[in-house]
């Protein structure tokens, strides 16, 4: 497995971790979770990898989502 396959199956851990941890601490469906991601910003910049930002503890990507992109979750 060559380095660009292991960034995406990393990519894709993160995003599942990130998904499920927002459904629980919000207390939304995994679903409601899914499309708050997949219509961030955030997500965004996790894909292309934006300074690094895909390194970060999935948690504190949450919170950074909470606090930047609150209009998601109204």
């Known amino acids: 497995m060559d380095g660009e396959a292991l ?3 990393y990519q894709e851990s993160l ?9 629980k601490t919000r207390d939304i469906s995994l679903e409601q979770a899914m499309d708050i991601y ?8 996790i894909h292309r990898g934006v ?4 390194y970060l503890d ?3 990507l949450v919170q950074i989502l909470g ?4 209009e998601l979750f109204v």
């Open 51 to 54: 300074e690094g930002i895909q």
């Open 67 to 70: 606090e930047t992109e609150q």
């Open 7 to 9: 960034e995406r199956v």
């Open 15 to 23: 995003e599942e971790r990130i998904i499920a941890y927002l459904s």
């Open 38 to 45: 997949y219509h961030s910003r955030l997500a965004d910049k």
């Open 58 to 60: 999935f948690k504190v």
